[in-house]
């Protein structure tokens, strides 16, 4: 199982955007990526400006596919001018699970 854990800060008074571009690529997910395994998003409790994705895909191609995507694209379209600092992206390969 190929993961990717995404850690991204909003700027200050852009909370709202963010959180809602993430949702729209949650939708896109649900509706159009059957081997996308998990797609979790989080805001932070105490920093609304905090939000952070664990993403599970069952291969090499269910990852490209979904990075390539339209939904991606535009979600970086929002995203990098709100952005208050470089997302911090962490791709593994997952060791264990429940």
């Avoid at 609304?48 to 390539?68: G, L, P, S």
Wanted: proline fraction near 3%.
């Amino acid at each position: 199982m190929l993961t990717i854990t995404a850690v991204i800060r909003a700027k200050k008074g852009h909370e709202a955007t963010m959180r809602q571009a993430l949702l729209d690529v949650v939708a896109h997910v649900r509706a159009d990526e059957p081997s996308t395994v998990g797609y979790h998003v989080s805001q932070d409790a105490a920093d609304a400006c905090v939000f952070a994705t664990y993403e599970r895909y069952a291969d090499q191609a269910a990852m490209d596919r979904h990075n390539n995507s339209p939904a991606v694209a535009r979600f970086f379209e929002v995203a990098k001018p709100i952005l208050d600092r470089d997302v911090i992206l962490v791709s593994a390969n997952e060791i264990a699970s429940k």
